[in-house]
């Protein structure tokens, strides 16, 4: 059975302080002549029927994406947990898919992957292996972990990986494509993905 997308919630990352960017809004950032979040918006947008911005700065120029922008609980800057939370708490589907707002090679088909294999495995939480590494910025969850995860960052904890072995996770293999979990960290990084982005065949 396929989830169709108005049983699932997309949520932007987009409420870090992205220290290695000198401090810059890092979704607003031009790449390649377009802001970074608007690519994480086209790929949820092929999956998703709801989209959700967490982020704790540029409100304004946030909401003029056209989507609900939404911040973490704290004004403390507690890490993508803390902007998962804010999502869970505000969907009103029975799924939740976060991604970054750095990753813009990132492909609709992993992320409805992500999702089916909540149902096909019996998953509560699906991040993708790049066959390397799990990227677990990017998953896919069970709304109804909304009071597990509030717990675990009441408690102090921002780790994901602390919170994520508590319940059932499923990994998805994509080491087809490893390219596409490249993301957005420094101003060098920033360079090079518009040069693969102007370069990419269309």
């Not at 509560?124 to 998953?139: F, L, Q, T, W």
């Not at 998805?172 to 490249?182: G, M």
Request: aromatic content about 4%; charged content about 20%; some cysteine.
């Amino acid at each position: 059975m396929t989830i169709p997308p108005n049983q699932i919630t997309g949520l932007v990352l987009a409420g870090g302080r992205a220290k290695r960017m000198n401090t810059q809004d890092k979704g607003l950032i031009d790449c390649a002549g377009r802001p970074l979040i608007s690519y994480a918006i086209d790929v949820l947008n092929q999956v998703c029927s709801d989209i959700l911005i967490n982020a704790n700065r540029s409100l304004e120029q946030y909401k003029t994406f056209g989507m609900p922008v939404i911040q973490d609980a704290t004004t403390t800057f507690d890490g993508p947990l803390a902007g998962i939370l804010a999502g869970l708490n505000v969907a009103s589907t029975p799924y939740l898919i976060s991604i970054p707002c750095d990753c813009p090679k990132l492909e609709a088909d992993t992320l409805r992957r992500l999702v089916q294999a909540l149902e096909t495995k019996n998953g509560e939480i699906s991040m993708p292996h790049d066959g390397s590494r799990a990227h677990p910025v990017i998953m896919a969850l069970r709304t109804h972990l909304a009071p597990s995860l509030s717990a675990q960052l009441a408690a102090g904890e921002r780790k994901i990986d602390r919170w994520t072995q508590k319940h059932e996770c499923v990994l998805i293999d994509c080491s087809d494509n490893p390219d596409q979990f490249l993301n957005v960290n420094t101003p060098e990084d920033l360079q090079q993905m518009e040069h693969q982005l102007r370069t990419k065949p269309s």
